[in-house]
């Protein structure tokens, strides 16, 4: 009796052993696999970035590391983290929203770069550049009277300069919108500019005469 319940118990501990071990396999090989993952994701900022992710989850970084991080990954090329950072950075700074909306506009994601450009300009913002990504955002996403308040905003800011590309985006978005004799007006302001600007936008200008007479009739 005494040998059988020996080696019952000793069966008992081999198992816990037996579980035990391979506990700590699996958690040594998740451990190597994330390890794997971390560097993989990280690169050369592998060990830069684990102080900074700990004082995130304890919820003491400042902008400085908000920043250090965006250049981390602006250097990585993960542009999802970086626009994660710029808006950390651009709620504690409002100016900043003009980096968050050149980049959301250069990524295409027109819906949050017009939301950025809007508080950048209501804060007080006068960024040419910015004006223009903000008036194509808007135009793209079909809100025309906005995006014709900044095109002419442009256009105003340097009205002794012909800004081409600015006009025939603005002209276009006019088409798009049915607001034909306002396109026509821009056309021939430039045409009457510069003799040699005759024929600005000619295949524009015969399709928009087109559609005045379709309208008309």
């Known amino acids: 009796m005494y040998n059988l319940n020996d080696n019952k118990k000793r069966r008992e501990v081999e198992e816990e052993l037996e579980r035990l071990s391979m506990t ?35 919820g003491k970084t400042t902008p400085a590391d908000w920043e250090k991080k965006a250049a981390m990954c602006t250097d990585l090329k993960n542009w999802d983290c970086v626009e994660n950072e710029l808006e950390r950075i651009a709620k504690n700074d409002p100016k900043q929203y003009l980096r968050l909306g050149q980049l959301q506009f250069k990524r295409a994601k027109l819906d949050r770069a017009a939301r950025s450009f809007a508080i950048y300009f209501k804060r007080g913002g006068r960024d040419l550049e910015a004006m223009y990504s903000y008036a194509l955002a808007l135009s793209e996403l079909g809100q025309a009277e906005e995006a014709s308040r900044f095109f002419e905003a442009i256009l105003e800011s340097r009205s002794k300069s012909l800004q081409l590309p600015v006009i025939r ?16 007006r821009l056309i021939t302001r430039v045409r009457n500019s510069n003799p040699r600007a005759e024929l600005f936008m000619e295949q524009e200008y015969r399709q928009i005469k087109k559609l005045m007479t379709a309208s008309r009739d």
């Open 169 to 184: 985006n603005y002209v276009r978005m006019l088409i798009r919108h049915h607001r034909y004799d306002h396109a026509r």
């Open 24 to 58: 700590v396999m699996l958690f040594i090989t998740g451990f190597i696999i994330l390890t794997a993952v971390h560097i993989i994701n990280w690169d050369k900022y592998a060990l830069e970035i684990i102080p900074l992710t700990v004082k995130d989850w304890v």
